[in-house]
């Protein structure tokens, strides 16, 4: 079955809503002489004149008085239709949004997600992920909506958008011998440390930069999460790296835990949010990746040392 030109729909309402060829022309930026062949078109496609002269004006015939509220009705839903693919009714959405973040992002930008999240899209459901090693066709497969990292994804078609720059800091418990002097490279090495690493890796930017000084560590505690380390560090003197962002989480938690710069040179970390083109132009996500990112803009600021003015 072959449909009909949808252009004529939409010139139809037009023509029915005018009652005139030159209202309609100049309604759809057409000629009058385009409009009157677009008429012709209509008619043959309907079997009726539609409008008819009476006077020196046009007249609906009954078909087109029955079909106007019809024809009105079709324009408008179509409308609709292409409109929804740049809005959407977030007072109504029904989703979950699955992201992939490791424990640290979880505790420092879940809150404020979570409040944006219920506020703004009360009917939706952020499902936080685990990081997975080597789950490179998450993304690729729909599996998750975001992953956010500061590894790049190895799939080629992803989108990935930077969020923020972080650097690690020392945290260490309250009275913790280290603090009683200055922090140099070679008290620091002296201590025991927690490694972070859920694939129980032992070493990595801290112990390549400590050993180009000629110092080494005792690594003697691995933790599969920053969070589940922070909570070791009361009861012991071992020393814990943490992104500076998880600063703000210690403090508002009232840990009895204290921070000190790094005496030694580490590489500067940028986390971005990595999607699929799938998503790209969907726009229930594209709303999720902006609250993401204004998310992280608001923490970052909130992070900053107050200023002297």
Not at 59 to 66: H, I, S
Not at 86 to 96: A, F, I, K, N, P
Request: net charge neutral; glycine share 6%; hydrophobic share 40%.
């Amino acid at each position: 079955m072959q449909l009909p030109d949808m252009n004529l729909l939409v010139a139809l309402d037009a023509l029915l809503d005018e009652g005139s060829v030159v209202g309609a022309a100049r309604r759809m930026n057409l000629s009058p002489a385009a409009m009157s062949r677009t008429l012709t078109r209509v008619r043959e496609a309907l079997g009726d004149p539609i409008l008819v002269r009476a006077g020196r004006g046009l007249v609906p015939t009954p078909k087109a008085l029955e079909l106007r509220a019809q024809v009105r009705d079709l324009v408008e839903q179509a409308a609709l239709l292409f409109r929804s693919a740049d809005e959407v009714d977030l007072g109504t959405l029904r989703r979950r949004f699955s992201v992939r973040a490791n424990d640290f992002f979880v505790g420092v930008y879940g809150g404020r997600l979570i409040d944006t999240l219920n506020r703004q899209a009360p009917h939706c459901e952020l499902r936080f992920v685990p990081e997975g090693d080597g789950d490179d066709e998450a993304l690729r497969e729909g599996r998750i909506d975001l992953m956010i990292s500061n590894t790049r994804p190895r799939t080629p078609e992803v989108k990935v958008q930077n969020l923020f720059t972080t650097h690690f800091v020392g945290l260490v418990r309250e009275g913790h011998p280290l603090l009683e002097g200055e922090i140099t490279a070679e008290r620091y090495a002296s201590f025991s440390h927690i490694s972070m690493s859920r694939r129980g890796i032992a070493r990595g930017p801290i112990d390549t930069a400590l050993n180009a000084l000629g110092l080494e560590r005792r690594v003697a505690l691995i933790a599969p999460s920053f969070h589940a380390a922070m909570f070791v560090l009361p009861d012991s003197d071992l020393i814990l790296p943490v992104p500076k962002e998880a600063l703000l989480s210690i403090s508002r938690l009232g840990l009895r835990l204290r921070s000190f710069t790094l005496p030694i040179a580490l590489p500067t970390l940028m986390l971005t949010q990595a999607w699929h083109p799938r998503y790209d132009k969907d726009p229930a996500h594209r709303w999720l990746r902006e609250t993401v990112r204004a998310s992280c803009a608001d923490t970052w600021r909130a992070s900053q040392p107050p200023s002297d003015t």
